[in-house]
């Protein structure tokens, strides 16, 4: 077993063999319970490393009601990995669930604002979640809770996506977008506005059980949990909540033109 700074040119070894990149910076160590974080500079580990055991415990208490282990595994002394890169100029973030080296692995490529910030903060809702679900967690909601976390500007594009949505009056298809993968702008903001409009529905407690029961089936989990008879009753309960949200936010001059250049319908 690796310990100290054994233990991070090993996991420095791994991120870099993940991104593909050339080389490592020489990297700065902080440990708490639950993480390890390598920076660039000790004052940026030891800033990290308070912040995501903070949130570790705020965002497990708010979603699952208590703080559970931010590993997986048995293995003694395993934390989540937090790997720093400063970057002006991109910005990037993932969250490897059961890396190989016992815990998770969180990589975060930003601005300092962004890495101490909504980088951090999504990435550690999943690294919550991962330590209830594992990685069999529907995508959808995983990144519909994680998205809650993410800054102003991001939240912007994805009301303008809802209101394409609606202007357009095509929709995404629910029952291929809680199976499939989570990429576009547009399908982040249907799995954020669904995963609120359940939340809002019933409560954190009853989506994350809903969730759970999902994966057997769909159709009697909604039923089960929020009387809903079917996944298409929920896709048009759904679509009339944003419509009602959308118009709610604009004026009805702006909504009229739009429904004026609407084009070819998709999905009701
Ligand atoms: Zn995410």
Do not use: C
Not at 68 to 82: H, S
Not at 112 to 117: H, L, P, S
Not at 167 to 182: A, K, Y
């Amino acid at each position: 077993m690796l310990h100290g700074s054994q233990r991070a040119v090993g996991i420095i070894a791994l991120v870099f063999f993940w991104s593909g990149a050339a080389s490592a910076p020489a990297a700065s160590i902080a440990s708490s319970t639950h993480f390890t974080v390598l920076a660039p500079n000790q004052r940026l580990a030891d800033t990290v490393v308070q912040r995501a055991e903070t949130l570790h415990l705020r965002i497990g208490a708010a979603w699952l009601g208590r703080t559970l282990p931010a590993t997986r595994t048995t293995l003694p002394r395993a934390t989540t990995t937090i790997y720093l890169e400063i970057d002006e100029e991109r910005s990037f973030a993932r969250t490897l669930v059961d890396a190989p080296e016992g815990g998770h692995l969180v990589w975060l490529v930003g601005s300092q604002e962004a890495i101490t910030g909504h980088l951090l903060e999504h990435e550690l809702a999943h690294v919550v979640l991962a330590s209830r679900f594992g990685d069999s967690m529907p995508i959808w909601a995983n990144e519909g809770i994680a998205s809650r976390y993410d800054n102003q500007r991001r939240k912007i594009i994805r009301q303008q996506k809802l209101a394409g949505f609606v202007t357009m009056d095509s929709w995404p298809h629910l029952d291929r977008l809680l199976v499939g993968e989570i990429r576009q702008q547009w399908q982040y903001a249907a799995a954020v506005s669904l995963t609120d409009y359940l939340v809002e529905r019933g409560g954190r407690t009853k989506f994350i059980q809903f969730v759970a029961d999902s994966t057997d089936n769909i159709d009697t989990a909604l039923a089960a949990h929020y009387g809903i008879r079917s996944l298409s009753q929920l896709q048009h309960q759904w679509q009339q909540a944003v419509r009602e949200q959308v118009s709610g936010q604009q004026r009805p001059t702006v909504i009229a033109t739009a429904r004026e250049a609407a084009a070819p319908r998709y999905v009701r």
